[in-house]
């Protein structure tokens, strides 16, 4: 088990969650991101900066019962049929009984802007999301390992 973070749009706050859980359980932290971005972790991994670069190399990294930290709901859909579990940054867990829907809402909003409507970006992020987070990842860790 390994807790693999797309870590392209990664909040700080979240990354810096999963290093503290990842030490206190004794699981690896692996961050991936493009080479425009400056991540400080035992396992990083570099990527260039195509479109999709990082999450197919999450993608291919990961195994059965990692953990996949992304807010890609696309990836989310790939790793789930890896049998991973997967987060996103605000502490949602994908699973395979909500995916669908949230492609679907995905694409939906796609439309809406090729047609030339809006839709309403990202909200600040707030510290509610960080504690959902928290919660969230460390209910996971608990049900496959034991914290040191």
């Not at 400080?40 to 195994?63: C, F």
């Not at 996949?68 to 991973?84: R, S």
């Not at 669908?100 to 707030?126: H, I, N, Y």
Request: hydrophobic share 35%; aromatic share 6%.
């Amino acid at each position: 088990m390994k807790i693999l973070v797309d870590a392209d749009a990664c909040p700080k706050k979240v990354l810096q969650i999963c290093m503290e859980l990842g030490r206190r359980y004794a699981v690896a932290v692996w961050t991936v991101a493009s080479f425009n971005h400056n991540i400080i972790s035992d396992y990083h991994v570099v990527v260039g900066d195509n479109d999709q670069e990082t999450d197919i190399k999450v993608l291919n990294l990961s195994e059965a019962r990692d953990i996949i930290i992304t807010q890609d709901w696309g990836l989310a859909a790939m790793v789930l049929g890896k049998k991973t579990r997967c987060i996103s940054p605000a502490g949602r867990e994908f699973r395979n009984d909500n995916i669908d829907f949230l492609l679907e809402e995905r694409d939906m909003k796609a439309k809406l802007r090729r047609s030339g409507g809006k839709t309403k970006g990202p909200s600040k992020r707030t510290g509610e999301e960080d504690r959902r987070f928290q919660e969230c990842l460390e209910a996971i860790l608990g049900e496959g390992t034991k914290a040191t």
